[in-house]
């Protein structure tokens, strides 16, 4: 297990090094100029040549990556340039956001799509399974940017459910920043009221985001169950008069949840990365627009180091699964895989 | 397992009976919410910030030697500065301060303030330092006389107008020099120390009706009142400027009264926003003027017939009613309405007749191949595809080339464009702003990034940037605006409206053509 892990964090360690050489590579080499988008289009060229050689864009690439390296290795990922802040400050600052979310609406994904998926698999073809069927269609193939808009008309401005997009009433005070997660940080202050203020806020986006995730899982579960509870030794369970319900939960149920953790692991990496989307909507300030801004002006070290992070976020999240495989089926052994 | 399920279950209509109850948030009498797109903000130092937003709530919190008011943007008035002495030579210009400022942090306003931010203006040199390095002003060129008199040399005689106008924009805010050399550090950029950028960047040291609370970057902006401002001491206790990019999201809190104001809708927002009875709408015309430049030494371009022609050949109409809803107006001068020397005069209107004679006069009956640039923001995209349309109606087939800004705006300095679909913004409030970079190819703007080098249009404007006459200084910039439509390497297609959607319990408010003349103290909430 120790080795398998030790192995685990190198490869980790080069990916992230390939990852870095070849976004700052592909920064650099496309035809557009970043130095031209943060001068704005009314700068004079000088006022650009100026701004290029302030932030060391004059210089040969060798000469820029090996600065950017030597940043790197020394913890420092730079400046961005849309904030003027260093990109660690940045990525402390708008991750926790999106990791909140990311994790609430993968919560909500698991523990309605599960059922739902298992729900639909025993009851093949009934009124239930052609719900599930539609509530995924719907996750799957709804624009978010739709699914949002159309959530925000029904539930807050309509029938007045929910606040208004944002993470926190904005008369509320945040309570100290330890974590950046809002609920975590008033639950730690014990502030009910921001606490629960910040739930009421966080309901609407999390649910468009896990619906999207919660379409995938179902669909896996529902197919999943479908060839397990086909296997003789279910069939062999129920002869030996187990328990409908233990016959599905223990013996189908387990077994069926190992393609659905590979989707869930995705799932999760991709809600990780921040959806532009879902944030632009409900004015989220998490890392998904942050990034999105980076890419849109090649903010180069905001790109490489989300882009780091992102890969960062994968890899760890891969390595959850790969564990849980274990976990789930014995036969499955890490230092095979 | 029946235990987890229990558990989930009650979870689950926990959270169902905190939320369903939301009422909305209450006690907002004293706070004006304002729901825009902020983003943009990279910093809040006046000697950094040039963005839209930036600028706007910097020159809420900082004061300059002279102002515009409220409503009115032709010309500013005395702010910092109660009165002033020009040389004979029009070059030393000598300014007395009001002895009653104060700033934030108790500390008294002095020449000694203004001298150290004009300083650190020139020294940090970053994007707004022209409006100032422009007439010359350089570390020693400003100095304090005595405590509350300030004498800046400029390196030639200016207009009088333009440079009053400079002294108003956001760069020429006062910054407590005290508090700023408090957090100066050493930085990469800035090896000899940054004058406080840094800190100043997310923090402030004005003097201003308002007090810079917070900013935190995509969520919102929240500013304080200065009850003691020597002149404007604001009517609400605290304005908050909430980060809100969709505007689709924005009518939403507008409508439901979750925030007071929500800034630049888009026009098919405004027609559904006009049914309730709850809002009004606030428009002013934009300071911005949207155009087509034309690359006069590509082909066919060069032929100042074929670029009548276009200019004939484009539906103005259909396009400011079909894309811009109907707000916005013709334009055909370089002087947008709300400057003075703004004329209405119609040069060019739809005209396929003319256009197809022009065409081919010009030796081009059955038209040409061209490309155009446009961005890829709304309204670009829509409005290139209507200037192609419209181009086709005369033989011209044009090639779009959507591009992101880092790819648009390189291409169009290196004047490899064929036409380009772009706007102008002012960079400060005097037609100047504008006048130079359209027909001064020697200012290396848009004039010279369309290849268009006329000398008499380049020394016509620099003669009018030194006539301290303003009647002869706008006369000479309509004269000139006659040359660039009749001649010019343009099409000028619009000037648009700023439209607001504003809650009828909100008085005092009026609509400026840009962010930063907009004034948020006289506004009152009942």
Redesign the interface.
Known sequence: MLQYLIRRVVTLAITLIGIMVVTFFISLVIPADPLSSIAGPQAPQETVDRLRKLYGFDQPIYIQFGRYANRLAHGDLGTSFQTGRPVLEDIAKYFPATFELATIALFFSIIVGIPLGVLSAVYRNSPIDHFSRVLSLIGVSMPVFWLGLVFLLIFYFKLGWFPEPGRLDIMLIEPERLTGMLLVDSLIALDWEVFFDALKHMFLPAFVLGLYGLAGIARIVRSSMLDVLSQEYIKTARIKGAREFIVLTRHALRNALIPAVTIIGLTYGGLLEGSVLTETIFSWPGLGRYLGTAFLTLDLNAVVGGTMLVALTFCLVNLVVDLLYAFLDPKITLARS | ?KTSLGK?VAFTAL?LV???P????A??SD?L?VGMAT?DI??LDPA?A??FSGVGIEAQIYDRLLDFPEDRFDKPEFSLAESFNVSEDGKTWTFKLREDVKFHSGNQLTAEDVVYSFKRVVYL?D?PA?ILTQFGIAEDSIRAVDKYTVEIKLDNKYASGIFFSCLAAGVASVVDAKVAQQHEQKTD?YPDGDRGL?WL?RNSAGSGPWILRKW?????VILDANPKHFMHPPKLKRV?I?????A??RR??V??G??DIAWQMFPDQIKSLMKNADLRIESSPAMVIWYLGINVTKGPLADNRVRTAIRHAIDYNGIIDSIMGGAASPINTFIPEGFAGYEDKVYYKEDLDKARKLMADAGFPDGFEIEMDHGDQTPSPELAQALQNSLARIGITVKLNKL???????K??AQKHDLIL????P?YVDPHTNAQ?FADYK???LSWRNVYYNDETSAMIQKAGQEMDNDKRIAIYKEVNQIIQTEGPYAMLFQPKYEHAVRNNIDNFTAAPTFDLWKLYPITKK
């Open positions: 397992m989930l959270v905190l939320v369903i939301y009422a909305g948030a006690g907002r706070v919410v983003s990279i910093s950094k040039f963005e040199n994007q022209f950029k840094t960047s935190e970057k995509n969520e919102s908050i909430k980060e809100i990019v969709e689709t999201s939403l809190q409508e439901k979750d925030i992101i800004s880092s790819q648009l705006w390189p169009y300095r772009a706007r102008w913004g960079d970079p200012a290396k703007v």
